[in-house]
């Protein structure tokens, strides 16, 4: 793994010199001489069922793309949109999915960041540097810097951010017709009150993650969501339906 470079040790903790500059941090990364950066983003950690999706994203130098910013704050519609924009202008996309079974097998932080190793080294051409949103430090061969909150700082990251949405939203869709009873086209695997009752009811189903708390056998009551803490190696998901086009998806590695 790559630390952050000693040039970059006055690269800003905080968004308050970014103002409204979505490339402010790609800026900062160019001036100290770094060309192809990517930015990386996850999505699918609090659910109780389904994999955890990550991309990365190179987008050309001084690239804005028009309504493209954190997926939370866009609406399904303008994410759907955004996707096919980003896909048509990126250098480079690619995602990485870990599945609830391997999320059950490690930790869902552990996953995260395996989801995102995936994507990150699925890039062609790869990046000579990183924007992550995150805190937590990326097991990568590449020189990169975590962004809190990157997702509204960090075009690149937004970018990242819409394409791990839909990727793993299109996942959930398709799991829908194998598991219908769990609501998975609308609640993706979220543990809203139709998706807790439907697990009372009928119990966890092969891509519940089983140490998430509300994931219990039919009858007893479901409560919030922890996760398990069992080490072990990660294997990559083979969920990627058809119509999840336009992006590399990661490939398993051993750790």
Do not use: W
């Not at 769990?182 to 695997?189: A, C, Q």
Request: charged letters at 25%; hydrophobic letters at 35%; glycine letters at 8%.
């Amino acid at each position: 793994m790559i630390t952050p470079e000693p040039n970059l040790s006055l690269f800003p903790e905080s968004d308050s010199c970014s103002g409204f500059d979505p490339l402010f941090y790609e800026s900062l990364v160019r001036k100290a001489g770094y060309r192809v950066i990517a930015g990386v983003d996850e999505a699918g950690r609090g659910p109780l069922a389904g994999p955890v999706v990550a991309a990365a994203v190179i987008l050309p130098e001084g690239t804005i793309l028009d309504g493209v910013r954190d997926s939370k704050e866009m609406t399904q519609s303008a994410r759907e949109k955004s996707f096919c924009l980003i896909r048509e202008k990126a250098v480079s996309v690619s995602v990485g999915v870990v599945s609830a079974s391997d999320i059950d097998r490690t930790d869902i932080l552990k996953a995260s960041l395996e989801a995102m190793k995936r994507a990150i080294l699925s890039l062609e051409p790869q990046p000579d540097f990183c924007l992550v949103d995150g805190i937590h430090p990326v097991p990568v061969p590449i020189p990169y810097r975590c962004l809190k909150k990157g997702d509204r700082l960090s075009h690149s990251i937004s970018a990242a951010s819409v394409v791990a949405k839909v990727y793993r939203d299109r996942i959930m869709c398709s799991f829908h017709g194998q598991f219908p009873v769990y609501g998975f086209s609308e609640n993706k695997g979220y543990g809203t009150a139709q998706h807790l009752a439907a697990l009372r009811a009928h119990g966890a189903c092969p891509i519940h993650r089983t140490t998430f708390r509300g994931v219990e056998p039919r009858g007893q009551e479901p409560s919030a969501p922890v996760v398990g803490r069992n080490p072990s190696k990660l294997q990559c998901s083979a969920a990627e339906p058809s119509d999840l086009t336009g992006v590399s998806p990661g490939r398993s590695r051993e750790q």
